[in-house]
């Protein structure tokens, strides 16, 4: 009996084990399955962002062949530059793209000191926080090695745990931000933040959404410029900001005269103008709804209807951070609006 005992022990022990191997098997087979289930998803997301840009690019291509076109149907296509979200199906798929002419936006290396002091304010940063900001950015693209008050130069980068220096240049791309004193992901790419006394978040861009380097000039333009670059105008407040935005949402502005007072002050109606731009920014972002899998790709294209290329892509990012899956501090910034004099 007890020979037999031993025996049934040791059979159930086996037993035992080859269901552990099978099981562990089974597991790592799953494991295997979906992870070349997410590869797949995430090649045809890739691809699906691809295809959103490329469209882009031809509808932007498009409307600069028509631009004096008195028929065109430019004015109800939903593809304009003024970084509204346009969706397209794609197989089994979706792209969302946005548009952003770069002259709606501030180029970083020539805009005036306080409009960019005013537009860090729209954007919910505190007085202090947004000083550091404001002279850092100034420190970073002067030529001398003199810091601002609350600015930064060498001996502010070279004392951080991986030391760098102050480039005293210009920027060559907005993502170089991410190097300056007070500029964190957050502030760059975007954060949820809500509106004094209101406690549902809405999604706050960041400075890659309204500041570029292509311009070189300290005018906007009002069909493209985003609330935040309008607001930050001397003169603007946020109700002359939506009263614009909604206006161009209907057609494009033809006469920047066209709302009379106060909405065009003179300390406001020279910091726009009405060029379109040649120069675009296109963030495509792929996905499958059932998979949850997400790509995201960002182009900055140059149009140039009269060389051998109609198109020039200036700059590329394969990887472009999805921010908004992210938490920046969570909820963390609440923005007053006001008026900027």
């Keep these: 009996m007890n020979n037999k005992g031993i025996a049934l022990i040791l059979v159930l022990l086996v037993i035992v084990l080859l269901m552990a191997i099978v099981f562990e098997f089974s597991f790592a087979m799953r494991v295997e399955i979906n992870a070349a289930q997410n590869f797949k998803d995430e090649t045809d997301c890739y691809f699906y962002a691809q295809s959103g840009f490329y469209q882009a690019v031809a509808e932007i291509t498009k409307s600069h062949v028509f631009l004096d076109d008195e028929e065109t149907t430019e004015e109800t296509s939903p593809w304009r530059e003024d970084q509204r979200k ?20 501030y180029d970083i290396n020539t805009v005036p000191e306080n409009l960019l002091r005013n537009l860090i304010t ?42 760098y220096h102050c480039k005293d240049g210009p920027f060559d791309v907005v993502e170089e931000l991410l190097q300056v004193r007070g500029v964190t992901p957050s502030l760059l790419y975007g954060v949820f933040a809500t509106n004094k006394g209101e406690e549902k978040p809405f999604w706050q861009k960041g400075l890659v959404d309204l500041v570029t380097v292509y311009t070189r000039s300290f005018q906007v333009d009002a069909n493209t410029a985003p609330k935040e670059v309008l607001m930050s105008i001397p003169g603007m407040t946020e109700a ?9 949402e ?51 294209v140059k149009i140039n209807l009269t060389g051998r290329k109609k198109f020039q892509i200036l700059f590329w990012v394969d990887n472009y951070p999805i921010a908004e899956n992210f938490i920046f501090g969570g909820v963390s910034r609440e923005r007053n609006g006001g008026e900027f004099s």
Excluded: C
């Design 122 to 163: 729209t954007l919910g940063i505190k007085e202090e926080e947004r000083d550091i900001i404001v002279d850092s950015i100034m420190d970073w693209k002067d030529t001398d090695n003199l810091h601002r008050i609350n600015g930064a130069e060498d001996d502010y980068y070279q004392s951080l745990p991986h030391p």
């Design 250 to 300: 209907e057609k494009p502005l033809k006469d920047l005269k066209q709302f009379g007072d106060p909405v065009f002050t003179p300390a406001s109606i020279k910091y726009l103008s009405l060029y379109p731009s040649t120069v675009y920014t296109i963030i495509a972002t792929g996905s499958i709804p059932e998979s949850g899998v997400l790509r995201r790709i960002k182009g900055v």
């Design 240 to 248: 002359d900001a939506d009263r614009i935005i909604k206006a161009r």
């Design 86 to 105: 346009i969706e397209m199906g794609i197989g089994r798929g979706k792209a969302e793209v946005t548009i952003g002419g770069e002259r709606g936006k």
